[in-house]
């Protein structure tokens, strides 16, 4: 659902120029996720499980990836296409293909199933596209830069596009305040695959962390996600948990049958705090209506 996953104002960090081409790998040595797993420990979690995982093949410190996270704008996404005869035709091909998911969702929460189909569409193109970002280097990536060296190390991998575009003091505050909110988000994302048996390092979404079909965010997963398919878990790559984890979302922020437009506007913003994603939500709600 991405709740925070697009970055709503423009150019967060404009000052940075991204042709960082690499990746940091973990086993390196370079201790930018030491203090991090330190902290993880000390909240709870199993130390040789933390320790192992950060030594896993694939677990990196994803400098170009929470760079171009930084600076991500609504305004440059085709929402347009959604609304396009070939995606509309898809999202009716997906509501026959799950019908009765759909149906059985709009009984039990009183959210639109044409509603759900538009924001699956929006989010992932129905599955299609999920991320392809490691969401534990992601997350762990943004919370390390809690520490100042690390920030430091960051601001050293770019380069800076001229001496009078550069504003250090503006990078550190931005940085460490996506720190902050990054680190509940590695907490809820590493006690979310634990519950669920799934391995951490293999799971890609969002460059913000979001997570399968609904793109939800880690926090939002244990309040709003909810098993679809009766099997005991919640997956989010289901679709059956996608389709009821976004209607008990809708429904929890007060989406209702026969809804105003002006308050359906205000639900869908929570699900993603764009005034461009919304009215693209509406506009294949509204065609799928009919």
Partial sequence: MQFYSRVSNLCIICLLVFNIH?????????GYFDSLQERLIEDGF?????KKIYKRRGVTFEAKTI??????????????????????????????????????????????????????????RFGAYTGRSPILNTLSTMASLADLWVRSEFWEMNE??????????EFEKRAYVKSQWAYPELKAF??????EGMDPVKIKGSMAGAMGLAQFMPTNIPVYARDG???GRIDLFHHSDSIASIANFLRHFGWRPGISKR?????????????????????VFQILKG
């Fill in 67 to 124: 760079s171009r996270y930084f600076v991500h704008s609504e305004a440059t996404l085709d929402y347009n296409q959604f609304s396009t005869d070939d995606s509309i035709a898809r999202a009716r091909k997906y509501m026959e293909k799950y019908k009765d998911e759909l149906e059985s969702t709009e009984k039990k929460y009183g959210v639109d199933k044409e509603l759900i189909t538009a924001i699956i569409l929006v989010e992932t």
């Fill in 160 to 169: 800076i596009m001229s001496e009078k575009d550069r504003d250090r003091g």
């Fill in 22 to 30: 690499f990746s940091v790998s973990a086993q390196e040595g370079n």
């Fill in 263 to 283: 308050k359906a506007e205000k639900v869908i913003y929570y699900y993603n705090h764009s005034d461009y994603y919304v009215d693209a939500v509406l506009k």
């Fill in 229 to 231: 398919n009766g099997d």
């Fill in 190 to 195: 590493l006690e979310h695959v634990l519950q």
């Fill in 46 to 50: 199993d130390e040789k499980w933390i």
